[in-house]
């Protein structure tokens, strides 16, 4: 169930290049299968210290949330396919819909959205520099460098 979350993820966002993925040691984490998924997407895997709460307390506020929210008073799910369904409509709406408020009121993938858009835009001017001693047109190195 977490590759195909991973899977997901990719399919929304387009790449995970780059992406964090926190979690504990649990055998779905842990597994080769996982680590492999996560190495073909770019995504950086980091796990807690054994027995450490405290290493990994956005994961665990991510997930008392997302048990509050989905299981509502009930203990478990009727089935593994109302588990998965449960699941992803939950992390859709969480990615999508809803308004986090250290996010200005906005989702993650609005925010994600303005944040690539605003780099885009804002780019610095790279300066270019006369290389001393090299003179254009001379050589087949260029006389000009990006900083």
């Not at 779905?28 to 307390?57: E, H, I, L, P, W």
Request: net charge positive.
């Amino acid at each position: 169930m977490i590759i195909d979350a991973l899977y997901a993820a990719r399919r929304t966002r387009g790449s995970l290049a780059g992406a964090i993925f926190y979690s504990d040691h649990g055998a779905q984490y842990t597994s080769k299968a996982f680590a492999a998924a996560c190495a073909a997407d770019g995504v950086r895997q980091s796990m807690s210290k054994v027995g450490s709460s405290a290493d990994n307390a956005l994961a665990e506020s991510f997930n008392a949330t997302f048990k509050r929210e989905t299981l509502q008073g009930r203990r478990a799910s009727t089935d593994e396919r109302d588990a998965r369904l449960t699941s992803f409509r939950w992390l859709h709406r969480y990615n999508t819909v809803r308004r986090h408020s250290r996010l200005g009121q906005q989702s993650p993938i609005t925010y994600e959205r303005i944040q690539e858009r605003s780099a885009t835009i804002h780019r610095p001017h790279k300066p270019r520099v006369q290389v001393p001693g090299v003179r254009p047109g001379r050589s087949n190195a260029s006389p000009l460098l990006d900083l």
